[in-house]
């Protein structure tokens, strides 16, 4: 399956989501933020990085440029889109899901491991895992924690848009284990239909024992299955 790497001036994953895809099996080939047709893809990863300096909020400028009417077509298609990190702060600006990413808790970046919980494996990107899975996965970022109000996050849990939470080893939701102080320890989030996956941590960094771990792989090998 041909998958699109989406860049945007600042994009900084791109060479190692290009990598993980391959590790996946599939073709990944490098796209620029004013593309306008994503026909000939199957697929699209939007990767992490510091699009524009995250000036404004992060993610908000990237949400302007021609690709992002592309990727939405995509989206509504049924066509899987992850957006990793910087991705998933582009998606939420761009409205792929609900809620929003704003500063962390502590105000500062952190970079660090950390485990999250398979919460929904319904999705194009979590088919292969179990449900309540665990995974050990990097996170690095200032901007990740993830709010909506109330009555959104119920509609979401109804709705099965409730992907990943930040947990201990052993699976346990508490708020130690919480990095950045997000709402109910989400640290991912889908569309109502599933097929567009946001979330914070970053499944590439993850994707070879080499690394430290090996448990963000799957997203990629569900994918191109
Ligand atoms: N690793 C990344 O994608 C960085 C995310 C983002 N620019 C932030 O710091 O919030």
Known sequence: MKVAIIKFLGTNCDGDVFHAVELAKGEPEYVWFTEQNLDNFGGAVIPGGFSYGDHLRAGAISSKTPVIDSLRKMVNDGKPVLGICNGAQI??????????????????????????????????????????????????????????????????????????????????????????????????????????????????????LELGSNDGLKMFTSMIE
Request: charged share 25%; aromatic share 10%; net charge negative.
């Open 91 to 208: 998606g939420l600006e761009a409205n792929f899901s609900k809620g929003i990413l704003t500063d962390n808790n502590c105000a500062h970046f952190i970079c660090k491991w950390v485990y999250i919980k398979v919460e929904n494996n319904e999705t194009p990107f979590t088919k292969q895992y179990k449900k309540g899975q665990v995974l050990k996965i990097p996170i690095a970022h200032a901007e990740g924690k993830f709010y909506a109000d109330e009555e959104t996050v119920k509609e979401m849990y109804e709705k099965n848009m409730v992907v990943f939470k930040y947990c201990d080893a052993e699976g346990n939701i508490t708020e130690e284990a919480n990095p950045n102080g997000s709402v109910d320890n989400i640290a991912g989030v889908c569309n109502e239909a599933g097929n567009c996956v946001l979330l914070m941590p970053h499944p590439e960094r993850a994707s070879e």
